[in-house]
């Protein structure tokens, strides 16, 4: 078994990464999850209850340093231990930006609890200035995943939890104003991981969820569909399996480029 880049050296529960370049600097920014993967606490407190995590790499990725969490995320109107999951950080608009799913409290159980997607601002990756939450599809939304396509547009990809788990998607010129533009893949229970640039497509990825366990999602499903039409169409879905991501990840887009249809496909988690 490979070691992790990273391990949190508090809490042992890194998880959700997103990576940035801090401008001006050599440094590579890593915000997390902080998961409490130890605590003994009943049902699912253990999932809730996370920080943020920071760590940052001086060489490009192959090392990792932990710096610590995040303050300042939680809703002034909830006092004591609350729950950050997720955070998605980008630059644009000549400052950086915070989409953090968050939930009040450490709930033990999953169902019953509003979870939202709360928009921060910062000049520097330390402290954030708080926008507030995004008014979305429902209030049971998580996992922020943002990008600008080539209609000049953001589009922020997630996980509506109050419509069956599915990924919808919102529409914005700014970050700062959300229009909601509808579901974004027509699977059911879908978890969305990352969004990927790359060239003229959008590839975005979705778990398999299987988080009501320890356990870590078992296979990871791939859309790519071309940057002018960044709402992938399922209707023209075309699962395969492989074990090569990057094998997927140039089919999808030959794929998608002959067809202008987007493409799922589906690869199975790499051996332990």
Same mark, same amino acid.
């Given at each position: 078994?490979?070691?992790?880049?990273?391990?949190?050296?508090?809490?042992? %529960?890194?998880?959700?990464?997103?990576?940035?370049?801090?401008?001006?600097?050599?440094?590579?920014?890593?915000?997390?999850?902080?998961? *409490? #993967?130890?605590?003994? !606490?009943? %049902?699912?407190?253990?999932?809730? &209850?996370?920080?943020?995590?920071?760590?940052?790499?001086?060489? $490009? &990725?192959?090392?990792?340093?932990?710096? $610590?969490?995040?303050?300042?995320?939680?809703?002034?109107?909830?006092?004591? +231990?609350?729950?950050?999951?997720?955070?998605?950080?980008?630059?644009?608009?000549?400052?950086?930006?915070?989409?953090?799913?968050?939930?009040?409290?450490?709930?033990?159980?999953?169902?019953?609890?509003?979870?939202?997607?709360?928009?921060?601002?910062?000049?520097?990756?330390?402290?954030?200035?708080?926008?507030?939450?995004? *008014?979305?599809?429902?209030?049971?939304?998580?996992?922020? #995943?943002?990008?600008?396509?080539?209609? !000049? +547009?953001?589009?922020?990809?997630?996980?509506?939890?109050?419509? !069956?788990?599915?990924?919808?998607?919102?529409?914005?010129?700014?970050?700062?104003?959300?229009?909601?533009?509808?579901?974004?893949?027509?699977?059911?229970?879908?978890?969305?991981?990352?969004? +990927?640039?790359?060239?003229?497509?959008?590839?975005?990825?979705?778990?398999?969820?299987?988080?009501?366990? *320890?356990?870590?999602?078992?296979?990871?499903?791939?859309? =790519?569909?071309?940057?002018?039409?960044?709402?992938?169409?399922?209707?023209?879905?075309?699962?395969?399996?492989?074990?090569? +991501?990057?094998?997927?990840?140039?089919?999808?887009? #030959?794929?998608?480029?002959?067809? !202008?249809? &987007?493409? =799922? =496909?589906?690869?199975?988690?790499?051996?332990?």
């Amino acid at each position: 078994m490979s070691a992790p880049i990273f391990a949190d050296p508090i809490l042992d %529960g890194a998880a959700d990464p997103t990576v940035i370049h801090r401008r001006g600097t050599n440094e590579w920014w890593m915000f997390y999850t902080n998961r *409490r #993967a130890t605590f003994e !606490g009943p %049902g699912v407190q253990w999932v809730h &209850g996370s920080p943020i995590g920071v760590a940052i790499s001086t060489d $490009g &990725g192959l090392s990792w340093h932990y710096k $610590g969490t995040v303050a300042g995320l939680d809703d002034p109107a909830d006092p004591g +231990l609350n729950t950050h999951w997720a955070p998605e950080v980008v630059w644009a608009e000549g400052e950086y930006h915070m989409f953090l799913s968050y939930i009040a409290g450490t709930p033990e159980q999953w169902a019953g609890h509003e979870r939202h997607i709360v928009h921060f601002v910062s000049d520097d990756l330390t402290q954030w200035r708080r926008i507030g939450p995004l *008014r979305l599809s429902s209030n049971y939304v998580i996992d922020a #995943a943002v990008d600008r396509c080539p209609d !000049g +547009l953001y589009r922020l990809w997630y996980k509506d939890e109050g419509d !069956g788990s599915s990924t919808r998607v919102a529409t914005s010129p700014d970050l700062y104003t959300w229009t909601l533009a509808g579901v974004a893949v027509l699977f059911a229970s879908t978890e969305l991981d990352e969004i +990927l640039d790359l060239s003229d497509h959008v590839v975005t990825m979705w778990s398999a969820p299987s988080m009501r366990s *320890r356990a870590k999602p078992q296979s990871t499903w791939i859309v =790519c569909a071309p940057a002018a039409f960044p709402i992938a169409m399922s209707a023209f879905a075309s699962p395969m399996t492989t074990h090569s +991501l990057a094998s997927h990840l140039s089919r999808s887009i #030959a794929w998608s480029a002959r067809s !202008g249809a &987007g493409l =799922c =496909c589906e690869t199975e988690s790499p051996p332990r």
